[in-house]
């Protein structure tokens, strides 16, 4: 799967479609926003209506399937163990249409088999490309690579400043004294 780039063609676009110099361009841009907002939140309800349907669809068909494939596979063995035994007693010389017709029911349990898996890998592939470009292409906002912008950054900052804070107090043995010596208040200010 490829990932995109801010060097692609399609982001060159939309920054060329985005540089505007109408008087109307602000008003434009916070609607805008606020439609790619949108936009996003409707992809996530597509994807999980996706997943809702897809499981809701195993559901339906789970207990003819597991009777299903069992039963095709079962046909499939025993029609080929007949077609061994018709071709080693040279039966196909005097009954030529048992061929075709072991031939007929071999191919259709085989193709019966073959559509029910690639439809469902079909269908798990599809969405399971959308979750990895989801997954691949995450949006983190930066402080020019340094560090991302977001919650963490706050809990962060605040667990560095107090640990700096209690770091000073202990270190820093200053009397009070030298704060009221060196401030312009006096000792009979206060």
């Known amino acids: 799967m490829l990932t995109t780039t801010i060097d692609s063609p399609q982001h060159k676009r939309v920054l060329r479609m985005r540089k505007n110099d109408s008087p109307s361009f602000d008003i434009h841009q916070k609607y805008k926003l ?3 907002v949108i936009k996003i939140k409707k992809a996530k309800e597509i994807h999980l209506e996706l997943i ?17 494939i069992p039963a095709t596979f079962i046909f499939i063995i025993s029609l080929i163990y007949h ?5 080693m007693a040279k ?9 075709y017709i072991y031939l007929y029911w071999i191919s259709y349990f085989g193709l019966k ?16 490309d959308f979750t990895l470009q989801l997954i691949q292409n995450p949006l983190s906002f930066t402080s020019y690579g340094f ?6 950054l706050i809990r962060s900052m605040i667990g560095t400043v107090t640990t700096y804070l209690i770091i000073l107090i ?6 009070s004294q030298v704060f009221f010596h060196n401030s312009t ?6």
């Open 34 to 36: 606020n439609e790619d």
């Open 52 to 68: 809702k349907c897809a499981r809701n669809t195993n559901d339906a068909y789970n207990l003819h399937i597991l009777m299903s």
């Open 83 to 87: 077609v061994y035994y018709y071709l």
């Open 91 to 99: 039966e196909y010389r005097t009954q030529p249409i048992k061929s």
């Open 113 to 128: 088999v073959i559509t029910v898996c690639y439809i469902c890998a079909t269908t798990v592939t599809e969405i399971r």
């Open 147 to 152: 560090f991302d912008l977001g919650y963490t």
């Open 170 to 175: 202990q270190v820093g043995d200053l009397s």
């Open 185 to 190: 208040l006096s000792i009979s200010d206060l």
